[in-house]
């Protein structure tokens, strides 16, 4: 009978440490998605920076449509920080649509294309767009990985115990997929 309990306690501590283990790797999983979303953050607010900056500079060649544009940027409803997801996702889009609507002015204004400030922002606004590639890409790719962690047996169970749920993709804008196709 002794023997029975020392086998249960020794089973019972091996099941408490399994599971310790497997909470704690699914944690690590999370604060890393929660890392790669923050990054994602800093990636948006210094392409809104940039964009303000860029908006600023056209202003002097095309004060009516850089004004039009600065306004669509600063609608933006509070920190990128505090967002959710889909927010996030929206507030990409309208930045892409400013953007789209900055070179609009360089083609129509070829001045603002020799200003120096104005390509020194061109060739940040560049360097921020590979960084929010890059950030969107490391994000997904933990999602990834929480994701099926999170529905894969046994660590599905200690998921469901702690309320770990499944994260969303940062998925880029479905008509610009949809859009993309070449008619050769």
């Known amino acids: 009978m002794e023997i029975?309990?020392?086998?249960l306690s020794v089973f019972l501590v091996v099941i408490l440490l399994w599971f310790v283990i497997m909470l704690n790797s699914l944690r690590r999983l999370e604060i890393r998605v929660e890392e790669s979303l923050a990054e994602i953050d800093v990636v948006l607010t210094k392409r809104y920076d940039v964009l303000t900056k860029m908006l600023e500079t056209a202003r002097?060649?095309?004060?009516?449509?850089?004004?039009?544009?600065?306004?669509?940027?600063?609608?933006?409803d509070g920190s990128i920080s505090k967002m959710p997801l889909a927010r996030k996702i929206e507030v990409v889009e309208e930045m892409d649509r400013v953007q789209e609507g900055i070179n609009v002015i360089v083609e129509q204004y070829p001045d603002l294309k020799a200003d120096k400030t104005f390509n020194n922002?061109?060739?940040?606004?560049?360097?921020?767009?590979?960084?929010?590639?890059?950030?969107?890409?490391?994000?997904?790719?933990?999602?990834?990985?929480?994701?099926?962690?999170?529905?894969?047996?046994?660590s599905s169970i200690i998921a469901n115990i702690a309320n770990i749920t499944k994260r969303d993709f940062f998925q880029a804008d479905k008509d610009k997929i949809e859009n993309n196709k070449f008619g050769f």
């Open 4 to 7: 029975f309990f020392i086998v």
């Open 60 to 76: 002097g060649y095309a004060r009516y449509e850089a004004d039009t544009l600065l306004n669509v940027l600063r609608e933006r």
């Open 121 to 154: 922002l061109q060739k940040a606004i560049v360097n921020v767009e590979e960084h929010l590639h890059e950030a969107r890409r490391l994000y997904n790719s933990n999602v990834k990985v929480l994701n099926e962690k999170i529905t894969v047996f046994p």
